[in-house]
């Protein structure tokens, strides 16, 4: 609104302007880095300090600007230093990219482990090359840094052309054109009809002669509506650039914040020998991001530049949110470091135990030089234990990190992509904020959800109201009151009674609604004709609620017309009426109403005033008061969304007072919040209670169906609602959160801790009594401050006993204080939060994983949420067919990881016992270094990517089979060992089965020749190679062209690579151990046929234990794979069939 225009002119004398210099926002109180402290050494050392950015300066409360940089004339002034406006929203720059990359790579345990044991391996004298562990390592941090660069290039790019953007400056009596990182605080800007403001800018002037605009903010909070924006008087009148090149002005304002909504400052003009001051507030703010609509062109003077402006403030980096399998794999990693120990110190062990034999510690062929003879037993020790740490470190899976990071960002696409989360209506697909968290929701136990615009559709229709004790029914654009449903003919219909007319008035003047000017005119003047009125008119409000009134009074017969800043129309019965608009007392949470005060063609002065009826009924003094209570609370059964409605008439003293109250709350510089509440207070009271009105928000599509398939999964749904006690109850049951045959149990309107015990006490025992019957727990924003503040425990113990939590009246921290208490509870069951609005945004942050909905309540919810659909019931695909799969793909490549890795390390391990513990590597160095890079990398990611154990299909329409993975179940302890014991059964085969073939010393070769120690490691490593691939074939389900290829070509490659690697001799090796090895091997049939028994061998109980488990004790997971093999053979017989048949035989499938 225009409140600060429209009030008085102050014109500050000598005495005021002496008190205002004493204050400590006086723009000659420069920060302290601009003049050198002198005196003490310890100024001179916090100077040094802050001149290399330890210490930040001190700043004060406020700053100074100087319109146009017109600085004070006198010596002693030091003017401020400011920010830039360059926009830096990237994370690197060229110089800081390697080491600042590096620092934040080698934080992750796995990396830094691998960079020891490559600086151990360049340190001392290893059994293998520093390559084995140096490529791998190479290879992992450089394709992090690569995708984290592209990832920063995108961003360099997006703020270069943000900060290069041109924008027209006021400079030296003229407009400059420059670029928008070089605007300055203080330089006067020009932004033209839909135009971002390039900083944020308090308002000068625009085109129109009361010096309002109308902005659009949605790309900062979501909000499609115009917002009026309007200049001080004085101001205003400054059009020209030549005018506005010779104004001499001052504006304090408090230091940057990041609340897009709070602005508080004020204006000096000098004009001539007097000083004009004139409070600024959120109404002169003109936000960068935001966009001029409707007005030609606007000025405006830089306050708050670069990443001081608002928008850069609310770039807030969101806490890293980490999964339960990032959890368990540390964990893993943890154990198999264990076990690296383990092996290093056992082997280190039986070397010396071996040793102490004198044939054994320098054999005949192997003698010590006199070197070896005289060091240290302690550092032999030492450095043996650390050669036998390289020999076994790849039992710690590298790439395993670098995997997972490839399949969550690569995983995250199909999300956006699967045409059943796309939005046909609204045009909008499902969107991942957070490629970090897909397997978590597999894990979901918890839910919390807004009700408004989550469940419902924020799509606001009025149904009923209630005036002056009488209930009214909307009928064909006509008020009826209950009981008559008759209808009148058009051309008949009677006038409306004193109060009618009063309350649809205050309807139509109590909002912050826009209209287009353009559509205002040539509206028909016939006051029954409100059909064409309604449909040539289009309102917008940032709250659905009142435009659905506003709508409504103009079907009734008082319609708005439209507001210019200054004064607001309205067309009462075609008779059109001009009120002044005075103040704007704007809506806010904490007194859940809001206020204009108008001047009335007739002169009176009126407060029209709407809000809760918890915030109105009991300031109202006369009218119906306890006839509308009871309306009030029948409209929230109903579950409609209730507002009351009331008025007060000032007598010019009244009034007189009511302007001076609130021009000195909104010219205060410290505290003008509070000061502006109080005033609120006290004008707000005495009011007469006009009536109520009932506004429908429908439910949601398929909204019962979601929450019952949540309820089988196993997941608690609780709703968190700001709305009334018996509105929220009565939604509830009608979306199916509660049932009617649920027990009900209620903890509200409690006012002491006692009451609110003793309650809890009760309830408690009630469930106890009644344990065979499902209970829903009702509790409001009151009770539940006071039941969280001593009573937690209780109150804990009775919500889990709740199948349903409904929470009303509450406030949005204490959304996210609910979250935060079951997250934190002794179980540390996994939540997730899902919301529309800005209240919502605490709570998604707040919770394991956070879902924001596309809704109308604008785009912040979406902004902070790590995942973005545009309807509530796309959760259940959301959560039971991407989850799932997402966790059994992530569950089965980390545990896949560690086995292939214990099935790689152990044969080297067992070898030690054959070569007498002397540090004799199994492998050859390239294959070390290629086995988790290229032989075994693919095929796991490939199934991460594609796997489906069960059809998409059969997981939506069987919920239960969530509660299969619930809980980490296949993360746990049990799988974990089971798949250990695997890799060391495996390894053992592989080992042992290749010693057998080869031990003792047979001839295999057509000639007479026998194998050396490379032809056995080799031998082992090629069964290894096929038998980990295999076994990977055995866990697929769901085989695509892709699975095929890399499963099989990874074999083929290997085979290729061998040959090629073996039967060449490299120049640039300066040995090469492998040469004709591998050729040797495979031109033995004895060789092929050990390979083919040892990998039969191993995989054979794996198939045996899957078949047996399979038909004796089948799971849900594995009876619904037998089903979803016949939806899948179904779907394949059906597409080949007419439309009309398929469909048929479709439904009756699924």
């Not at 039992?395 to 395993?400: A, R």
Request: charged residues 20%; glycine residues 6%.
């Amino acid at each position: 609104g225009g409140s600060s225009s429209s009030s008085k002119s102050s014109v500050v004398g000598a005495g005021d302007r002496e008190a205002r210099e004493a204050e400590p926002s006086l723009a000659c109180r420069g920060p302290g880095p601009t003049a050198r402290p002198a005196g003490s050494l310890g100024g001179m050392w916090r100077w040094i300090r802050q001149q290399l950015g330890f210490d930040p300066p001190h700043q004060s409360d406020t700053r100074t600007i100087y319109i146009a940089n017109r600085f004070p004339q006198h010596g002693h002034y030091v003017p401020q230093k400011f920010a830039d406006n360059r926009i830096i929203s990237s994370k690197y720059t060229v110089w800081n990219f390697v080491p600042k990359n590096l620092f934040e790579q080698f934080r992750r345990i796995a990396n830094f482990y691998f960079l020891i044991i490559f600086l151990v391996q360049l340190m001392i004298d290893t059994p293998t090359s520093p390559v084995t562990s140096g490529l791998p390592l190479f290879f992992v941090i450089t394709v992090t840094a690569i995708k984290q660069g592209y990832e920063d290039w995108l961003r360099h790019k997006s703020d270069n052309e943000v900060n290069g953007a041109p924008v027209y400056v006021v400079r030296s009596g003229g407009l400059v054109k420059t670029r928008s990182k070089n605007i300055r605080v203080g330089d006067i800007v020009r932004v033209a009809k839909d135009e971002t403001f390039p900083a944020d800018l308090v308002l000068l002037s625009s085109d129109r002669p009361n010096g309002s605009c109308h902005v659009t903010t949605a790309s900062l909070d979501g909000e499609t509506n115009l917002k009026t924006h309007i200049a001080v008087s004085q101001t205003a009148v400054l059009q020209s650039v030549a005018n506005l090149d010779k104004l001499d002005a001052v504006i304090e304002c408090q230091q940057p914040e990041a609340d897009l909504y709070r602005f508080v400052g004020r204006i000096t003009i000098n004009q001539q020998i007097e000083e004009i001051v004139r409070p600024l507030g959120p109404e002169s703010l003109l936000l960068r991001g935001a966009r001029l609509k409707n007005t030609k062109e606007i000025f405006g003077v830089a306050v708050y530049t670069g990443m001081e402006t608002k928008m850069a403030l609310n770039y807030k980096s969101k806490s890293q949110k980490r999964s339960a399998v990032e959890k368990s794999m540390n964990s893993f990693l943890i154990i198999y470091l264990i076990i690296l120990l383990f092996e290093a110190i056992l082997s280190t062990i039986l070397k010396y135990a071996w040793q102490s034999e004198e044939k054994w510690d320098e054999p005949w062929y192997n003698q010590k030089t006199e070197h070896e003879r005289n060091s240290s037993k302690i550092l032999t020790f030492i450095s043996d234990f650390l050669a036998f740490m390289v020999l076994y470190n790849f039992i710690i899976p590298i790439s395993l990190y670098v995997t997972v990071e490839m399949q969550k960002f690569l995983g995250s696409f199909f999300i956006g992509w699967d045409l059943d989360l796309y939005h046909e209506e609204t045009n909008q697909k499902a969107q991942v904020n957070t490629s970090d968290l897909n397997e978590e929701l597999g894990q979901v136990e918890y839910v919390f959800t807004d009700k408004t615009g989550t469940l419902t559709e924020n799509e606001m229709h009025f149904q009923q109201c209630s005036i002056n004790g009488v209930k009214y029914h909307e009928i064909n654009g006509k008020l009826v009151p209950e009981g008559l449903i008759e209808d009148i003919p058009d051309g008949m219909k009677p006038g409306l009674a004193q109060e009618e007319e009063l309350f649809l008035k205050a309807v139509s003047l109590c909002h912050t609604v826009q209209i287009n000017n353009d559509q205002a005119d040539g509206i028909c003047d016939n006051p029954w004709h409100t059909n064409s009125i309604a449909s040539q008119l289009e309102y917008y409000a940032s709250s659905p609620d009142e435009k659905a009134l506003v709508e409504a009074a103009c079907r009734i017969g008082v319609v708005f017309t439209g507001t210019d800043g200054e004064s607001m129309e309205i067309k009462s019965l075609g008779h059109p009426e001009r009120y002044k608009l005075l103040h704007v007392l704007e809506f806010d949470p904490c007194r859940r109403r809001m206020s204009v005060i108008v001047e009335s063609p007739s002169g009176d002065k009126l407060l029209f005033t709407k809000g809760a009826e918890s915030a109105v009924l009991p300031y109202s003094t006369r009218g119906e008061i306890e006839k509308t209570r009871i309306h009030v609370d029948e409209f929230a059964l109903k579950g409609l969304r209730t507002l009351c409605v009331a008025y007060r008439r000032f007598t010019p003293d009244e009034y007189k007072e009511v302007d001076q109250r609130l021009y000195e709350a909104k010219t205060a510089l410290q505290q003008r919040e509070e000061r502006l509440a109080e005033a609120f207070n006290f004008i707000e009271k005495d009011l007469e209670l006009l009536g109520a009105t009932g506004v429908e928000d429908k439910l949601q599509d398929k909204v019962q169906e979601t929450i019952e398939a949540l309820r089988l999964a196993g997941i608690k749904v609780w709703v968190l609602t700001g709305d009334k006690h018996e509105t929220a109850v009565s939604v509830s049951l009608s979306c199916g959160h509660f049932h009617r045959t649920m027990n009900i149990l209620e903890l509200v309107q409690h006012k002491s801790d006692s009451t609110c015990a003793e309650q809890l006490r009760q309830l408690a025992r009630r469930i106890k009594d009644d344990h065979v019957i499902q209970h829903g727990l009702v509790v409001d924003g009151t009770s539940l401050s006071l039941a969280l503040r001593q009573h937690e425990k209780l109150f804990m113990e009775v919500c889990r006993n709740c199948s349903a939590v409904l929470c009303c009246r509450m406030a949005p921290l204490q959304k996210a204080k609910v979250v935060r208490l079951i997250k934190t509870s002794p179980e540390k069951p996994i939540t997730l939060a899902i919301g529309d609005g800005a209240n919502d945004v605490s709570m998604i942050q707040e919770a394991h994983v956070g879902i924001g909905i596309m809704g109308k309540e604008g785009r912040q919810a979406v902004r902070n949420s790590d995942y973005a659909i545009a309807r509530f019931k796309f959760l259940s695909k959301l959560l039971f067919a991407h989850g799932h799969l997402y966790y059994i793909r992530i569950a089965t490549l980390v545990q896949y990881f560690f086995y292939k890795n214990v099935c790689f390390i152990t044969p080297q391990f067992l070898y030690q016992f054959y070569c007498l513990f002397s540090q004799q590597t199994l492998y050859d160095s390239v294959y070390l270094t290629l086995y988790n890079i290229c032989f075994t990398s693919l095929p796991v990611l490939m199934y991460s990517l594609f796997e489906q154990h069960v059809h998409p299909h059969v997981l939506q329409s069987k919920p239960a089979l969530y509660r299969d993975i619930s809980k980490n179940a296949h993360l746990g302890y049990k799988p974990f060992l089971y798949w250990t014991f695997l890799g060391f059964a495996h390894a053992f085969a592989f080992f042992y089965g290749s010693y057998l073939l080869m031990g003792e010393d047979t001839s295999l070769l057509g000639n007479g020749q026998m194998f050396g120690n490379w032809t056995f490691g080799t031998l082992v490593f090629t069964v290894m190679v096929i038998t980990v691939t295999m076994k990977m074939a055995l866990e697929t389900h769901f085989w695509t062209w892709i699975n095929h290829f890399v499963t099989w070509g990874s074999i083929v490659f290997y085979f290729v690579f061998s040959l090629f690697y073996g039967g060449i001799i490299w120049p640039f090796l300066h040995t090469q151990d492998m040469y004709f090895v591998f050729v040797q091997l495979l031109s033995s049939g004895s060789a092929w046929f050990a390979i083919i028994i040892i990998v039969v061998a191993c995989l054979f109980l794996d198939v045996i234990k899957k078949v047996l488990c399979r038909h004796l004790q089948p799971t849900c997971t594995e009876k619904a794979q037998m089903y979803s093999s016949r939806v899948a053979l179904s779907d394949e017989c059906i597409a080949l069939q007419p439309l009309s048949r398929a469909t048929s035989q479709l439904s009756r499938i699924r």
